[in-house]
């Protein structure tokens, strides 16, 4: 399995996610091979993929908090490894 492109998810996809691999639970899913960080990697994944879940719905909901969201976002998005990103899919 390759990482999902969690900027293409809806809040219940990006909840199960984050249930599935808060922790760095299920890194073997999503990194087969394992390798050094890949359960920090998968962490770092589900964190972000909880935070962009509560940036929709505050969005939504014209909450002014989705901006805070968004910001917790970009920080954990940049202390993912390249090796571990999802990667947008090319059209046939």
Known sequence: MTVPNLDRMEP????IFWGRHRNGYGWRELFPEGGKGTRAATADLA???ANRATELECSRNGSTAAQTYQTICTHIRERIPAWAMWHEEKAP
Do not use: E, G, V
């Not at 219940?12 to 909840?15: G, H, K, S, V």
């Open 12 to 15: 219940p996809d990006l909840l």
């Open 47 to 49: 964190n972000y993929a």
